[in-house]
């Protein structure tokens, strides 16, 4: 079990590094925020993995509930910040 | 290997794969619209059953109800992030592609057709 956990949280630090590109070549801002909203979902996923690996899972998943909360306040006050803008105007 | 963790080990390599598909649809997608709808399933569904295979190989303890709270709270909340930015890219103005704009695979600023003049 400790050998599938160490393996599947090596396949999750590759897999993070694939929306990143899109973040760095979006051609819209909200092609940015979705990366980075992906990025992070997957991060609090790593972070519940790390935790369980060490043995410390009551410390890892109070930081792992403060990061979700944290990216979810993030996109959605993006969200409401460009959706007065009109495009050219 | 008892039976809990043969169904641990499948939820969490399950979940790793919905991970990884999620990612690549990503990437790969040609307008913002079907990314998004990619990152709102597939996303979720990977979170929720890596969770699940944690909270199955944990048991009945404290940090198992924790890891319950959490997938609920991930399941609520990445689909609401997920309609809110939508919204907000349909009152930016941003059109999704159309089947007249397939030859140059651009997310269409300037489509022929204006089927969503609000």
């Known amino acids: 079990m400790q050998d599938v956990?160490?393996?599947?949280?090596?396949?999750?630090?590759?897999?993070?590094?694939?929306?990143?590109?899109?973040?760095?070549?979006?051609?819209?801002?909200?092609?940015?925020?979705?990366?980075?909203?992906?990025?992070?979902?997957k991060t609090l996923v790593l972070i519940c993995l790390v935790g369980f690996i060490y043995g410390r899972l009551e410390m890892f998943i109070d930081i792992a509930l403060a990061y979700a909360v944290l990216n979810f306040i993030s996109v959605l006050a993006i969200a409401k910040y460009f959706k007065n803008y009109r495009k050219g105007a | 290997m008892g039976m809990t963790e043969i169904i641990a080990v499948l939820m969490i390599l399950g979940g790793g794969f919905f991970l990884l598909v999620a990612s690549i649809g990503i990437v790969r997608f040609p307008d913002f619209y079907?990314?998004?709808?990619?990152?709102?399933k597939g996303d979720t569904l990977g979170i929720i059953l890596i969770l699940l295979g944690l909270c199955v190989y944990e048991g009945f303890t404290l940090n198992s109800a924790k890891l319950l709270i959490a997938l609920v709270f991930v399941g609520l909340t990445n689909p609401v992030a997920t309609h809110a930015l939508a919204?907000?890219?349909?009152?930016?103005?941003?059109?999704?592609?159309?089947?007249?704009?397939?030859?140059?695979?651009?997310?269409?600023?300037?489509?022929?057709i204006?089927?969503?003049e609000t």
């Open chain 2, 34 to 40: 079907t990314r998004l709808h990619a990152m709102g």
């Open chain 2, 87 to 112: 919204r907000a890219a349909l009152r930016y103005g941003l059109k999704p592609l159309l089947k007249l704009d397939q030859k140059d695979m651009e997310p269409s600023t300037t489509s022929k």
């Open chain 1, 5 to 41: 956990l160490i393996y599947i949280t090596n396949l999750l630090a590759v897999i993070i590094i694939i929306p990143f590109y899109r973040v760095l070549k979006g051609p819209t801002v909200f092609d940015r925020v979705l990366g980075v909203g992906a990025i992070g979902t």
């Open chain 2, 114 to 116: 204006d089927a969503l």
